[in-house]
């Protein structure tokens, strides 16, 4: 690790989507871990890579074709083909996730500038050997320049097909244990013999297979994330769902204790109604007993005690009556503040939900352009290298052709 360098850092939780259903994430860390951009100077490549512990939770090398996708305020994720993963990182504010996606595009444009430069040096310089060759060598030497001019000015997406390629041969060059690029010295003496033509036919066959299954390999990783967004908003609608039955199963037991109070206060209204009634009643017959004039002694005692004991019980009604009525006033003003209260907060929850849903529905739209667009280019790539394997064998068959007639004759 002498050679690479550091070049950003930052903390994060770092997930793995899980291989088997493609549609949810396994932490692969248990806590936030330094995550790195490294460089190598002398292989000119960049790459992030984590360590907790002995345990390398990232080890991906940066490619031109690596797209960083925000999935959410804090979370982002990219795919890597080379390791046959998707990574995810989670930070703790969304302006160190902003951070990591300008550092990873700044990387990624990098790494595009060394590989588009690099493949141009090599075609030039496999032109130049072919041609130092004589005879037959000098008619493969034709055909090669003629690749490498047509590569030196083609379109941007040409040379993002050509770079895919490039980079599935170093993979599948380092799995079989063979050289990443070039061919070997015997190939190369080989080619001057009667079987170079059939040679060549099979490397570039190899080559435009190579090609397609790079294509392939991206278009299957792209649409593999595209479903895992569609899973994702899928399952945040479900629990937008279940949070919304929730708070309506709330709202009607709200809806449910006011009308039960409701009914108490009036029933108390009814009971006060008749207390006062009762109260009525008691005053009218204290007058009567005061306007009866005369009347005898023990009589008068007995309607002296009633007269007492209904003034006390007036009195404690009148008391009650004055109780009751404050309870009412004030089990009004809570059950007034409550339904405002109430019909507050419902406004606030929904009102955020419908944003959160919105925003995530604008979310999975353009996460669904960008999808269908990539997966649109990475089919006109195929279509081309297609065509262009489908010319580089009709060339490399009508040379074959000629050598056998040049040997046979």
Known sequence: MEREQPIFSCKAHVFHIDPKTKRSWIPAS?????????????????????????????????????????????????SDMRANTVYGLGFSTEAELNKFIEKFHEVKEATR????????????????????????????????????????TAS????????????????????????????????????????????GG???????????????????????????????????????????NSLKTTNARL??????????????????????????????????????????????EELVKEVASLRARLESTEEELRSRESTIEEMEVQLQRARAEDLREKMQRL??????????TVRAQSQLEVAMSTQDTQRGVVESVNLQLSDRIKDLLALHHELNHLLNT
């Open 30 to 78: 248990s806590s936030a871990v330094s995550v790195s951009f490294f460089h190598d100077s002398t292989r000119q490549i960049y790459r992030i890579i984590s360590v907790e512990g002995p345990k390398a939770v990232i080890n991906s090398t940066i490619t031109p074709n690596m797209m960083f996708t925000k999935t959410s305020q804090k979370f982002g994720q990219w």
């Open 113 to 152: 500038s060394g590989k588009t430069n690099g493949t141009i040096v090599g075609a030039g310089a496999g032109g130049g050997s072919a041609a130092a060759g004589g005879g037959v060598g000098g008619g493969a030497g034709a055909v090669s320049s003629s690749s490498g001019s047509a590569s030196a």
């Open 156 to 199: 941007p997406l040409t040379t993002r097909a050509k770079n895919q390629q490039d980079s599935v041969g170093e993979v599948n060059a380092v799995s079989s244990g063979l050289q990443p690029t070039g061919e070997s010295p015997k190939h190369k003496q080989g080619g001057a013999g009667g079987g170079g033509g059939g040679g």
């Open 202 to 244: 099979d490397k570039v066959g190899a080559a435009g297979a190579g090609g397609n299954v790079d294509t392939q390999m991206q278009l299957k990783y792209e649409n593999d994330r595209l479903k895992l967004a569609l899973a994702q908003s899928s399952a945040n609608a479900k629990k937008w769902e279940i949070e919304l």
């Open 255 to 300: 809806t449910s204790a006011l009308q039960e109070s409701t009914a108490n206060v009036e029933e108390w209204k009814k009971q006060l109604q008749t207390y006062k009634e009762e109260n009525s009643r008691m005053k009218t017959r204290i007058h009567e007993l005061d306007a009866g004039g005369r009347i005898g002694l023990g009589e008068s």
């Open 351 to 360: 009102s955020d939900e419908n944003e959160q849903l919105r925003m995530e």
